[in-house]
C-alpha cells in the first residue's frame, strides 16, 4: 500500500482480488458499509472545486470502466491523482480528508465507492463543500497521461 499524502490517502494495488485494507487510526481492518456504482460524467470547463470532506467516513473508490482523477485539497494546494481500470487498484480517502473527481474525458467513467462508517453519520459526511479554488483541468489531463500525482 502506497502512502501518497501522509495518513490521508493510500493508493492500494489488487493483487489477489480481495481487499484488506487497514486504517492507521484505529488500527483495525476496514469493512466496508455501502458499495454504490456511480458515472462521472466528463468535467468539461473551468470550475471552483466542489467535493466533499466527510467527518465519519471512509471512501475506497475503484475505476470500473475509463479512468478519473481523485483531486485532493491538503494544505491548501490541489494534489492531482489519476487512477484508470488499468490499474488495478483502490484509492483509500480517510475520513477529513477533502476530494473532489475529475473526468477530463469525452467519454463517462464507471466506478465503485465502496464506503466504510467509522462513527456515527454526521450532516457534513454527505454535503459537497465548494472551495475558492479552481480545478486546473490541464494538470488533471496531464496527471491521467503521465500516470504521475501532480500538485
Known amino acids: ?3 501518497i499524502i501522509p495518513d490521508k490517502v493510500f493508493y492500494l494495488p ?3 482480488g480481495i481487499v484488506s485494507v487497514t486504517n492507521a ?6 469493512r466496508c458499509s455501502e458499495l454504490v456504482e456511480l458515472i462521472l ?11 466533499f470532506c466527510h467527518i465519519s467516513q471512509v471512501d475506497c473508490i475503484r475505476v470500473l470502466q475509463g479512468s478519473l482523477v481523485i483531486v485532493i485539497f ?7 491523482f489519476p487512477l484508470s481500470f488499468e490499474d488495478n487498484a483502490y484509492v ?3 475520513p477529513k480528508t477533502w476530494h473532489g473527481l475529475l473526468n477530463p474525458h469525452n467519454s463517462n467513467c464507471r466506478f465503485y465507492n465502496a464506503t466504510t462508517r467509522v462513527g456515527e453519520i454526521h450532516k457534513k459526511d454527505y454535503s459537497p463543500i465548494s472551495l475558492e479554488y479552481r480545478y486546473n483541468l490541464e494538470l488533471a489531463k496531464q496527471s491521467i497521461e ?6
Open 146 to 151: 503521465t500516470k504521475s500525482l501532480l500538485y
Open 92 to 94: 483509500v480517502i480517510q
Open 25 to 30: 487510526k484505529l488500527a483495525s481492518p476496514v
Open 14 to 16: 489488487i493483487e489477489t
Open 41 to 51: 460524467e466528463p468535467t468539461l470547463s473551468q470550475s471552483n472545486a466542489v467535493g
Open 74 to 80: 491538503f494544505r491548501k494546494k490541489f494534489f492531482y
Open 1 to 3: 500500500m502506497e502512502n
